[in-house]
């Protein structure tokens, strides 16, 4: 149990474009979900805290305008880089809990962003 | 705020030997520990979790880890490393006092010789 989902795994977008990435929860609900950034080698900085039905909260230093983040639904989360520049290359990964907090968290498989 | 120190950027260990990562940590309560493993390109699973009650606490895989509050550490242990452990470790800090949210350590990087 306590399975996360992210898609895509891997994508290659053109400067200016944008790009969605999709963070499910499958076999539970998820009021909360958290979405990090790790560059190579690197430990992952928490970018934002998304809430189901509310608007996410970002870490400082973070453009919000930039990574737009939805929580449309008990189970989905995403992640839009909006107008992506080379620099927003990056492994995004997105975690979730089951219940409470201390169950520990639940990571995606990550998805590796590239800009060109 | 809490903060996580992983001292070992790198460790190699021969196949079969003990293994002992470090992890310290800035709290100024209990706090909720937890150690995860990523494989490359991959995302974060967990090995174990610390909130309470006996400071040893066995994980997955073979892993366990030891609280320490004396030194605010919270070292991962496995007395027979496989060639499949090589992968990158992190340590993590969280509390409910700071909405939930995981401080991650910089990561130790093991590597397994035949």
């Known amino acids: 149990g306590a399975v996360v989902s992210q898609h895509p795994s891997w994508v290659i977008c053109k400067s200016g474009t944008s790009v969605k990435i999709e963070c499910r929860s499958l076999d539970f609900q998820a009021t909360t979900m958290f979405w990090y950034r790790q560059f190579p080698k690197q430990s992952l900085m928490l970018m934002a805290t998304s809430n189901e039905g509310s608007k996410a909260t970002y870490e400082q230093g973070v453009e919000k305008d930039k990574f737009l983040i939805n929580h449309a639904s008990l189970t989905l989360s995403t992640l839009t880089v909006t107008s992506a520049h080379p620099e927003d290359s990056s492994f995004y990964i997105c975690?979730?809990?089951?219940?409470?907090?201390?169950?520990?968290?639940?990571f995606g498989s990550g998805t590796r962003l590239t800009v060109v | 705020a809490q903060s996580v120190t992983q001292p070992d950027i790198h460790i190699t260990v021969s196949e079969g030997a003990s293994l002992e990562l470090r992890c310290n940590y800035s709290y100024g309560a209990t706090p909720y520990l937890f150690w995860y493993v990523q494989s490359p390109g991959q995302g974060l699973q967990l090995l174990l979790k610390y909130f309470s009650g006996d400071t040893l606490v066995q994980g997955i895989k073979g892993f366990e880890a030891e609280f320490k509050r004396s030194q605010s550490s919270f070292n991962l242990r496995k007395p027979s490393v496989h060639w499949s452990d090589a992968a990158e470790y992190f340590c993590?800090?969280?509390?409910?006092?700071?909405?939930?949210?995981?401080?991650f350590g910089t990561g130790t990087r093991l590597a397994v010789r035949p």
């Open positions: 993590a800090v969280g509390a409910q006092s700071s909405g939930d949210k995981l401080t």
């Open positions: 975690s979730a809990a089951p219940g409470a907090f201390n169950y520990g968290y639940t």
